[in-house]
């Protein structure tokens, strides 16, 4: 119980103390970040389900998912694009920019795009009636981070993303996306939108690989920023996906 609300604590508003996790519960928080997204994404669905279609309703529903993250993922989003921005292929000098608390014009222009990006891909999907993706995108988005931090080098040491990659319980890291998937597909069939559910496991997997790929290249690894820029992207990327495929 302990590492779902070390979870629920980090990633959400929600009120929940922290009382000093030790390592190994900060590790096996990862395994339920899926969990965390899901609820998130039952909540999204929610409030798009009684605000109804229109563009004030996909407007309200990007300002409540910001406002349950706290920004975090923004935050990351926003440093990653500086640095990759201003790093100029420089490995240290993209770690380096990463770090800066200041928020670059790089910054600026992809959190609106991305805000932007949200806002329009909700606007269609609930005149469209495919509002499972609103569910989906926040937990596929965040089942991304055990993905990732078992199969990437984790690059700067400190802070509670060191902890995450060192006692992270990697079989379980495995069984959690893989359970991630086959539940996304089995609710999906039950539901009678299994197209809906492959287009958005495309949409995440096709950007999980290519933020991954772009994250070796550049700077050998993951850190916590980047992981939370992988996040917000994949979680666009589901959204775009389904959208395309609707229509």
Not at 59 to 81: E, K, N, Q
């Amino acid at each position: 119980m302990k590492p779902f609300l070390v979870a629920l604590r980090f990633l959400t508003r929600f009120p929940v103390t922290w009382n000093d996790p030790t390592p190994q519960q900060v590790g096996q928080s990862l395994l339920h970040y899926p969990l965390v997204g899901l609820l998130m994404g039952g909540a999204l669905a929610a409030a798009l389900g009684l605000l109804g279609t229109g563009p004030l309703a996909a407007a309200l529903v990007v300002a409540l998912w910001v406002v349950l993250t706290g920004l975090m993922h923004m935050d990351g989003l926003a440093d990653a694009a500086d640095a990759w921005i201003g790093g100029i292929g420089d490995r240290e000098r993209t770690l380096e920019i990463m770090k800066d608390p200041r928020c670059g014009p790089a910054a600026v222009a992809v959190l609106i795009l991305v805000l932007l990006v949200k806002y329009a891909a909700l606007l269609e999907l609930a005149g469209q009636g495919v509002g499972a993706a609103v569910l989906l995108a926040p937990f596929l988005g965040r089942a991304a981070l055990p993905l990732l931090f078992v199969t990437t080098p984790y690059v700067r040491p400190g802070g509670m993303g060191s902890l995450l990659a060192e006692y992270l319980p990697r079989r379980g890291a495995w069984g959690v996306v893989a359970a991630t998937a086959v539940a996304s597909l089995l609710g999906g069939l039950a539901l009678g939108q299994g197209g809906v559910v492959l287009a958005a496991l495309a949409g995440a997997l096709g950007v999980f690989l290519a933020g991954r790929a772009w994250m070796r290249h550049r700077i050998g690894g993951t850190t916590g920023d980047t992981a939370g820029a992988l996040v917000e992207l994949v979680e666009t990327g589901v959204l775009v996906a389904v959208v395309l495929a609707a229509g």
